[in-house]
């Protein structure tokens, strides 16, 4: 069984500039939420999506969104990129709210 | 606010050692408590987890002890060997299926 995919695994933007990551779950896995990792913060919650509908929603300006296709892949945007943006995104999949499979991260560095 | 506090930040631990990470919570709402595992490069890995009507769940080497009335639980690894190196982040489960993440604990395991 293949685990979550995201891609690309690295980036280098510019400030100002935007920029979307994209996560393929785990085959039957409805649920897809994203994180923000960076070594200040830890893990952070982005959003959640389940069935093409934002769920929940973390503490992060409106420069994050995110959406869901019908074939549950999910992707997020980040517009306006600033410094502090820079970190490790990760994508973790989920059949049942407990179960969440982390995929490896997308390593954006704004610079 | 940290909703989830993890201690300590970094530890070392001689091979064959007991490795013991501590974190708390002030959330009654959490009902379930994992533990993840991250290498370098890589996504968190569900390591083990612990729902709040059991005191203690083990798997192998890899042990949650939970005290619900103090708000804490802790992971113990026994035999610590160098490949668990590793970096481990304690969660909790939220409203929303949002997971709360610690600030993570490096664990260095020398030979």
């Known amino acids: 069984k293949a685990g979550v995919t995201q891609t690309p695994r690295y980036l280098i933007k510019t400030r100002g500039q935007q920029v979307t990551l994209s996560c393929s779950p785990i085959s039957g896995h409805r649920s897809v939420s994203w994180y923000q990792q960076t070594p200040g913060q830890g893990l952070q919650f982005l959003f959640e999506y389940f069935s093409e509908t934002q769920r929940n929603k973390g503490n992060f300006p409106g420069r994050f969104s995110g959406r869901q296709f019908s074939n549950s892949r999910s992707e997020m945007n980040v517009s306006t990129l600033e410094l502090g943006d820079s970190a490790l995104y990760l994508c973790?999949?989920?059949?049942?709210?407990?179960?969440?499979?982390f995929g490896q991260g997308t390593r954006l560095t704004v610079v | 606010q940290q909703q989830v506090k993890q201690s300590p930040q970094s530890l070392i631990v001689q091979k064959g050692g007991i490795s013991i990470i501590n974190c708390a919570y002030e959330n009654t709402a959490f009902d379930y408590f994992p533990w993840y595992q991250q290498f370098p490069g890589k996504g968190p890995a569900l390591l083990i987890a612990i729902r709040p009507d059991v005191s203690e769940k083990k798997e192998g080497r890899f042990t949650i002890s939970f005290n619900k009335s103090a708000k804490q639980f802790s992971l113990h690894i026994m035999d610590s060997q160098p490949g668990d190196s590793a970096t481990y982040f304690c969660?909790?489960?939220?409203?929303?299926?949002?997971?709360?993440f610690g600030t993570g604990t490096s664990l260095t395991v020398i030979p």
């Open positions: 969660a909790a489960l939220g409203t929303g299926n949002q997971f709360y």
């Open positions: 973790a999949s989920s059949l049942t709210p407990s179960e969440a499979f």
